[in-house]
């Protein structure tokens, strides 16, 4: 059974800064495209940070600049380097992965969310 387990959310002062990580567990073939979406309470999930290849690094505009998505296919692990901070950051963070848990077979995964709040 596939899961995605996030860490690394906590409370911080604006300016800063956070890792999130998101680790992949279970039986896949590899990670296809992922994300980082955040959600405030009576909100959309609003897409924050997609790798959907290795030449295409998707920012949404608010976070240009201050937020750095990575991946290691090998060890099955997706982050969010998340730097100056800001109250409006405040969210919880979800990680998305599209597996390829067979050769051309994909299925779309969620992990259960990680508080991040910035506030002095």
């Known amino acids: 059974q596939v899961q995605l387990v996030e860490s690394g959310g906590g409370l911080v002062q604006p300016g800063g800064s956070l890792r999130l990580s998101c680790e992949v567990s279970g039986s896949i073939f590899s990670m296809d495209y992922v994300a980082w979406y955040r959600q405030g309470p009576g909100s959309q999930r609003d897409m924050v940070a997609t790798?959907?290849?290795?030449?295409?690094?998707l920012y949404d505009d608010s976070v240009k600049g201050r937020f750095t998505i990575t991946k290691d296919d090998a060890k099955r692990m997706v982050w969010l380097q998340m730097n100056s901070l800001k109250p409006e950051d405040t969210n919880v963070y979800y990680c998305?992965?599209?597996?390829?848990?067979?050769?051309?077979?994909?299925?779309?995964?969620w992990g259960n969310g990680t508080l991040v709040t910035v506030s002095s």
């Open positions: 790798i959907i290849s290795q030449s295409v690094i």
């Open positions: 998305y992965v599209l597996v390829e848990y067979s050769p051309q077979k994909y299925q779309p995964f």
